[in-house]
């Protein structure tokens, strides 16, 4: 597959995100719309990339990709920050469908986390 551009960046896959309105009845629903955004659009990415203390949903160049439907912002936080501390990604991304989960954007950890919230419908 080849892709769009040479170089995702986290602000490329988070224009992407916010342009679809995805319709899902399981979190795994979630992954197959993201899976099909990003084939749409030439994006090479892998999914479910085993990393020290768990699996990460995706992987597009260096940049790890998190997909949350539920769970508390403490929770996510969490996991998130595990993934940025595996030293294997140059940004940590959650893509979620809970608003509450904005809050734990950190830009100025190293590496970057953010958090893009879902446009969508849960079914």
Not at 31 to 60: K, M, N, Y
Not at 99 to 123: C, R
């Amino acid at each position: 597959m080849t892709t769009d551009v040479e170089q995702p960046s986290v602000e490329l896959i988070c224009q992407l995100l916010r342009r679809r309105r995805f319709r899902y009845r399981s979190e795994l629903e979630l992954h197959d719309g993201i899976a099909a955004l990003f084939d749409a659009h030439g994006v090479d990415f892998s999914r479910e990339v085993p990393v020290p203390g768990g699996r990460i949903d995706f992987v597009i160049a260096d940049i790890a990709l998190e997909v949350k439907i539920k769970g508390s912002a403490q929770q996510v936080s969490r996991q998130a920050r595990r993934y940025a501390d595996t030293g294997m990604f140059s940004a940590v991304m959650v893509a979620t469908t809970r608003p509450a989960h904005q809050t734990i954007a950190d830009p100025n950890s190293v590496p970057p986390i953010s958090v893009v919230t879902l446009g969508g419908l849960g079914l």
